[in-house]
RNA sequence: GCCGAUGUAGCUCAGCGGUAGAGCACUUCCUUGGUAAGGAAGAGGUCAUGGGUUCAAGUCCCAUCAUUGGCUCCA
């Protein structure tokens, strides 16, 4: 016999062999039919695999994060048994689970392969699926492993195998198809009972260009056909937020191709609502002791050579930009922090004056493959909310603290609720491709560590996502429909002082050196809008609407009274307009409402009679009437942040 | 940059060898209307660009550019 520990801590004895299937369902049948995998002593297993000593289970169902990955995996390989059979002689890379749903890198020779041709292989897969084939797991010697798939034919497999250990190497087997794979696996393919393959695309074998592109189709599965129609409705609702589409609808940027690609054009509700943000924030950063600075759009080559950036990025960036008659080479600029650097060394510093913090909404152009470039949220000329922030070793801690609450208070501001921090350290195993010193990286990682901690932040720390001049403090929020995005960033920085030769005097008479954390909370103006526009679905809170309001008069008759309900409403905070057009007033509101303008204010016979108006709120209909007074003092609270 | 898809009116799209279409938006006129589309008329396109095939090319082929889904990259 042995101890099985469950979850909640209870030990139940089982038989030597047992499975985790078995123990669901000595627990209950509904859990077994449930069962996907299972946590074994950590490491996630087959349902169906025996155990034979001592363990702590996990039972893993559609409703964990490893439960769903193992369904999309052995989805993925149900996708390779339809293809294998609809077009013999596929050959195939990896499929592995991802996010959401699968993919399957494939070599169809020269057949070719589009869209077209899902439904069949959905058709086909879900014909599979129905016939309950178990997954079948087999520990091969890694010289049958080779055996197989020499006589398949299959090279990318062979590559694959060639860097496994012998006695580590493990087949799967459902129906008719055989696959190198680690597992684990669901118990069988009755299990998967909706199918969506959802695009297809070139990927490279291994990621490496030089290699053969394979054809990478992705798909996603669910247990139930209801989660399949919620997935879809998801898609759709994502397609209806996405920035690009609101952001032409509602007028906020445009792209010109004689500007050129990846260059956003601020239209001008988009520069209306951008401004504010700019405004919102600059009164933040000004309480928390930061001093405004405005820098050149363009930089002396030597600036990022001193910086190191020119030797890391030089050759895949926006060539230098060379004087006619002098020669000399400037860069269109990349980074601001070179030039707060500069900022920092026009006056010598006491350690009295630390810290300093540069703040500039500096914009920067950086050259991204044409390929990469995607509305807002991946350009080429951007605009940074970015700040330097010059301190003493011992203040370093106590300002990414102070960091942390500017970040948290624009999130708040702005709705988003729900956010992880990402802390990123050095690739301990590739130490060689970072610069600055093994001391510094040591300080700085401690320090990054510490202050989330102190935060009560909540973090996951990532190996090997560190910049290369330092480690990183990530925050990625998670947005109305789930999606994670990444916005603020927080760096320490023990290598640009180094570069630059930063001091300051300490109270010892002595040269220091100061330490640079980069921050940005929005990371940038165009992404951060973009991530706004799609949280929100173009709703924006009303203090960051470009129009909050619009008076509708119900005729022409009405037309000075509007008039002067405009005068008298707008100010600095608060904007609205007029519809005068020749329409009906029931046709001014619905445009009014596909617009999303927060407020419609109609007036008619009885407001100009009464001196009112009639508030209708966007999405929530009629409000009844009331004063101009107290629809202002309305308005002034609820644009109050 | 690489692979695939797409490019027709301001917007959303139809047409796929034989005289350029629809809805919305726009302009003008009628209508003076009370909480999500009043009526009529009009204007608007070298069918992304450049080559080619053809008696004839948005329509077929090639190239370029842009957009887009991925890959790769991201200070």
């Known amino acids: 016999m042995i101890k099985i520990t469950l979850p909640d801590g209870s030990i139940r004895e089982y038989e030597r062999g047992i499975t985790s299937l078995q123990i ?97 292989i959905e058709d086909k897969m879900l014909e599979l699926a129905r016939t309950k084939s178990d997954y079948v797991r087999q520990q091969v010697s890694k010289s049958d ?15 694959l195998i060639k860097d496994l250990a012998d006695g580590s190497i493990t087949f799967y087997t459902q129906g008719n198809f055989t696959d190198l794979c680690r597992g684990p696996h669901i118990p069988n393919t009755g299990f998967i009972k909706a199918i969506k393959l959802t695009n297809v695309a070139g990927a490279y074998w291994r990621g490496d260009e030089s290699r053969k592109q394979l054809t990478r189709i992705y798909g996603v599965t ?108 400037f860069l269109l600029k990349p980074m601001n922090c070179p030039h707060h650097c500069e900022i920092y060394k026009t006056k010598p510093r006491s350690y009295k004056d630390l810290p300093v913090r540069f703040a500039e909404f500096g914009t920067v152009y ?121 916005l603020g960033t927080i760096q320490v920085d023990y290598n640009l002082p180094e570069r630059f030769e930063l001091e300051y005097t300490g109270s010892d008479n002595q040269k220091h050196r100061p330490v640079m954390i980069h921050r940005a909370p929005f990371g940038s ?17 009303l203090w960051l609407t470009p129009e909050q309001f619009i008076i509708l008069p119900v005729s022409e008759k009405y037309e000075e009274y509007a008039k002067k309900l405009l005068e008298s409403l707008n100010n600095t905070d608060i904007r609205g307009l007029i519809d005068l057009r020749d329409e009906k007033v029931g046709r001014k509101i619905r445009d009014a409402e596909v617009k999303k303008i927060p407020y419609m204010l109609i007036v008619g016979e009885k407001e100009v009679e009464n001196g009112t108006i009639s508030v209708r709120k966007h999405g929530e209909g009629d409000l009844g009437s009331m004063t101009i007074e107290a629809f202002s003092k309305q308005l002034i609270e609820e644009i109050t942040v």
């Open 24 to 120: 669901a369902q000595s627990i209950s049948e509904g859990l077994a039919r449930n069962v996907l995998a299972a946590e074994v002593d950590g490491q996630v297993w087959d349902a169906t695999r025996p155990i034979e000593k001592d363990a702590s289970v996990r039972l893993l169902t559609w409703n964990d994060k490893d439960g769903k990955s193992t369904f999309w995996h052995s989805s993925a390989h149900l996708m390779a048994e339809a293809l294998e059979a609809l077009y013999p002689g596929t050959k195939f890379g990896i499929g592995p689970a991802i996010e959401t749903g699968f993919y399957y890198d494939v070599d169809f020779g020269d057949r070719p392969f589009s869209s077209d041709d899902f439904k069949k």
């Open 525 to 541: 103006l165009e992404r951060f809008v973009a991530v706004l526009i799609e949280h929100c679905a173009g709703e924006f809170p």
């Open 366 to 486: 950086r050259y991204e493959q044409s390929g990469e470039l995607h509305g807002l949220t991946r350009v080429r000329g951007f605009t940074q909310d970015d700040a330097h922030l010059f301190c003493r070793p011992d203040q370093v801690k106590d300002e990414f603290k102070k960091v942390i609450d500017l970040v948290l208070y624009v999130f708040k501001a702005l709705g988003f609720d729900d956010y992880t921090a990402q802390i990123s350290l050095r690739d301990p195993e590739n130490k060689g491709k970072y610069i600055g010193s093994e001391e510094n990286w040591l300080l700085a990682e401690a320090a990054i560590v510490e202050a989330a901690e102190e935060k009560g932040l909540k973090t996951v720390t990532e190996l090997g996502e560190a910049a290369f001049y330092g480690p990183k403090l990530d925050f990625m929020v998670k947005d109305a429909l789930g999606r994670k995005w990444q």
């Open 222 to 329: 669910f247990p139930k056909a209801s989660e399949l129609a919620d997935y879809l409705h998801m898609i759709e609702e994502a397609k209806k937020r996405d920035h690009r589409k609101l952001g032409k609808e509602l007028e906020l940027f445009a792209f010109s191709e004689r500007v050129g690609m990846g260059l956003p054009l601020w239209l001008p509700k988009g520069a209306a609502l951008r401004q504010k943000l700019v405004d919102f924030l600059q009164r933040a950063q000004m309480k928390a002791g930061y001093e405004p600075v405005v820098t050149p759009h363009i930089g002396h080559k030597n600036l990022y050579v001193t910086s190191g950036h020119y030797e890391k990025y030089g050759a895949d960036s926006f060539q230098p930009i060379r004087t006619p008659q002098e020669g000399e080479e």
């Open 145 to 159: 492993a080779l055996a197989y798939f020499t006589e398949k034919g299959d090279e990318y497999k062979l590559d």
